[in-house]
Nanobody
Framework: QVQLVESGGGLVQAGGSLRLSCAAS????????MGWYRQAPGKQRELVAG???????NHADSVTGRFTISRDNAKNTVYLQMNSLKPEDTAVYYC?????????WGQGTLVTVSS
């Protein structure tokens, strides 16, 4: 069973930066695609950014230019670099993996942006 462990969340002031990490328990070469989602209180979970095994990326319009998804194959880790954070970025951020046609989720990490 694949496990995803997120880290890097916390409290930051508006305009600040955080880097989230998602460590997989298997080689990420074996994972077709990975992504970061977020869920704010009272809202649906939404895709923030995704990256394929080939390295192609996509980012939600709301974070384009501020957030960047990347991967370190040697560490089996996917990152989300978040810059110029806004209060509306406050949410629980979840790592997701498409592994052998199954969706795997991490436990989530809370990001709080104060104004």
């Amino acid at each position: 069973q694949v496990q995803l462990v997120e880290s890097g969340g916390g409290l930051v002031q508006a305009g600040g930066s955080l880097r989230l990490s998602c460590a997989a328990s298997v080689s990420i070469f074996s994972i077709a695609a990975m992504g970061w989602y977020r869920q704010a209180p009272g809202k649906q979970r939404e895709l923030v950014a995704g990256i394929t095994s080939g390295g192609s990326t996509n980012h939600a319009d709301s974070v384009t230019g501020r957030f960047t998804i990347s991967r370190d194959n040697a560490k089996n880790t996917v990152y989300l670099q978040m810059n110029s954070l806004k209060p509306e970025d406050t949410a629980v951020y979840y790592c997701n993996a498409d592994y052998r046609h199954r969706e795997i989720w991490g436990q989530g990490t809370l990001v709080t942006v104060s104004s």
